[in-house]
């Protein structure tokens, strides 16, 4: 698989001079298959870029896999360009709003509502086609398969995994370690600790030795202490996934908004010294915006 990252920045897109070698693009993810299928993980405003460079590949199919509809992840989409030409075909792929009771198509034409947007969905040139997917769920994309899994996140996310000729992704799109929230003396503290261990071991063997781990790395440890329960992970938390589940490289990414190049980088060497790689620990990585590679 070919893969390269068009967004790497969490929650707003933070374009400026200080965020120029990691860029400052929202989730967005492109993985090519063996068989040069087109997979698009998310649509933050990295799909934008993306987008330009399609135009040239028309008529296309691209499969679109939205972890969850937190804006970060889906205000690309009105500015996909393949959409507006007839013969493209693009299928989105993502979960429920358990909330509000409405199915994927629902939650994301919203986006083109008349006081948001001046296209309306119904005017959209391109074959569209919605799938609502249920967790575990499998769908096949040309040589790949893609299946997914509920992570921890105030909306519903889906964590994918990408399969294709003995190799494997897995994005967890936003996503905190669950804890108890219960203090230890609570009737519900021990029923909460089973849910978490049985969650965190479901999560384990869905991305067990996957090559690729692509984690939500916003916060520092320091950070997170005023921050938990926004639903995003630490550099600790991920080499912690990471070495769990024996992936052979971590990329760290959603890359908190106010977080210069420099202190990104700062932050990253403290973690590499902080865990000194030892045999069969994976590879770690900054998420960067351009950034390609195969696996
Ligand atoms: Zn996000
Ligand atoms: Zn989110």
Same mark, same amino acid.
């Given at each position: ?10 929650? @707003? ?13 929202? =989730? ?17 405003t ?5 987008a ?8 296309? =199919?691209? +499969? ?8 970060? +992840? ?18 989105? +792929?993502?979960? %429920? ?18 006081? #948001? ?17 249920k ?14 899994? #509920?992570?921890? +996140? ?32 609570? %009737? ?10 049985a ?7 869905? @991305?067990?030795q ?21 639903? %995003?992970?630490?550099?600790? =938390? ?33 973690t ?8 069969g ?15």
């Open positions: 698989m070919k893969i390269r990252f068009w967004g790497v920045r969490g929650s @707003i897109a933070s374009p400026g001079p200080n965020t120029l070698r990691y860029g400052g693009n929202t =989730t967005c993810i492109e993985i090519r298959t063996d068989d040069d299928a087109l997979i698009i993980i998310d649509g933050g990295g799909i934008f870029p993306l330009q460079t399609l135009l040239g590949q028309m008529p296309l =199919t691209a +499969h679109i896999f939205i972890t969850h509809t937190h804006w970060d +992840h889906i205000q690309g989409l009105p500015f996909f360009i393949p959409q507006y030409i007839p013969a493209n075909r693009l299928v989105l +792929h993502g979960a %429920h709003d358990p909330v509000e009771q409405r199915d994927l198509r629902e939650i994301l034409t919203y986006q083109y509502q008349y006081c #948001y947007f001046p296209v309306r969905e119904v005017e959209l040139k391109a074959n569209l086609e919605y799938v609502t997917l967790e575990y769920q499998v769908i096949q994309v040309g040589d790949a398969t893609v299946s997914c899994i #509920y992570m921890n +996140h105030p909306v519903l996310n889906l964590g994918y995994r990408v399969n294709c000729n003995g190799k494997s992704v897995f994005f967890t799109g936003d996503h905190e370690p669950i804890t108890n929230i219960y203090a230890d003396d609570h %009737h519900y503290h021990d029923e909460y600790s089973r849910f978490i261990e969650k965190d071991k479901a999560i384990l063997d869905f @991305i067990d996957v090559d690729v781990l692509i984690a939500d790395t916003s916060y520092t440890a320091a950070e997170y202490a005023m921050k938990k329960g926004w639903g %995003h992970g630490t550099y600790d =938390t991920s080499v912690a996934l990471a070495k769990a589940c024996r992936a052979k490289k971590l990329f760290f990414t959603h890359h908190e908004p106010t977080r210069s190049d420099d202190a990104l980088e700062k932050i990253y060497q403290e590499l010294e902080r865990y000194p790689r030892q045999p620990d994976p590879e770690y990585l900054l998420a960067q915006e351009g950034r390609y590679f195969e696996v």
